[in-house]
């Protein structure tokens, strides 16, 4: 085994047993892979290890693996997940290139997305990044302005509406005020659960990174977006 088999292995392990101590079944939270500066060799042995869902910040990156991965892309059936900001410049290659982006937090960027998705493509999956900690210096929408944008959203033939991402701050989260880790999800899980009463009818919940999966997971996570637990640091 390589050692990115057994990351992934020691990934999934952490993830099934955080569901059985949440009382949730082992399939209810994806591993989503973040590949940020991962080259595309060692994408292959994740691939190896049955990985099927990859995640890059930053976009031109990722298109530029996309494409070196395309044949394996097609065999296996890989998702990509555009997890980083995007301008309104960028918009054109995400909506070519990736199958989900977890970072809308702008109608006009989702409006550019929708008409820029490929006739004929799958509809481009969709999460509205919400800033969390109202911590002015991050992307993300502010929690009291989600439902005016997942209202717009749902709108646009092209894409598909699946759920909510966060990345909290620990910084101002946990140093500052103090928070336990599990209640900095509480607002990300409060609109999620507000949608769905309101009949949106998502499924995705974007939360949990390397060190924080089992709080997250404990808090409701059905998707974790991990990176460094199986890739190692990055340079
Ligand atoms: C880098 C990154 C991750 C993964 O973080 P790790 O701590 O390496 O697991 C997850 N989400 C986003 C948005 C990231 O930028």
Redesign the pocket.
């Known amino acids: 085994m390589t050692n990115i088999e057994q990351n992934t292995a020691a990934v999934r392990l952490r993830i099934q047993h955080s569901c059985h101590k949440a009382g949730r079944n082992s399939d209810a939270v994806t591993l989503l892979a973040?590949t940020?500066t991962v080259a595309p060799e060692t994408i292959r042995q994740a691939i190896a290890a049955g990985q099927r869902d990859f995640?890059e910040?930053y976009i031109a990156e990722g298109v530029e693996k996309i494409t070196a991965l395309a044949a394996e892309t097609a065999q296996y059936g890989l998702r990509w997940h555009c997890?980083?900001p995007v301008q309104s410049n960028k918009t054109r290659l995400v909506a070519q290139y990736f199958d989900w982006v977890?970072?809308v937090d702008r109608l006009k960027i989702a409006e550019r997305l929708n008409e820029q998705r490929p006739e004929g493509a799958k509809r481009l999956q969709v999460c509205i990044q919400v800033n969390i900690d109202n911590s002015p210096s991050k992307s993300g929408v502010a929690p009291d302005e989600v439902l005016a944008l997942a209202q717009e959203i749902a709108k646009l033939p092209r894409l598909q509406l699946r759920g909510i991402m966060a990345?909290p701050d620990p910084m101002t989260d946990i140093a500052i005020n103090n928070i336990a880790a599990q209640a900095i999800y509480t607002p990300a899980i409060a609109i999620f659960e507000h949608l769905n009463a309101l009949n949106y009818q998502l499924d995705t919940l974007s939360i949990g990174?390397?060190?924080d999966m089992e709080p997250a997971i404990q808090a409701g996570s059905t998707m974790v977006?991990?990176?460094?637990?199986i890739?190692g640091s990055?340079a």
């Open positions: 973040v940020k995640g910040n997890i980083g977890h970072t990345i990174m390397s060190a977006r991990v990176g460094t637990a890739f990055r």
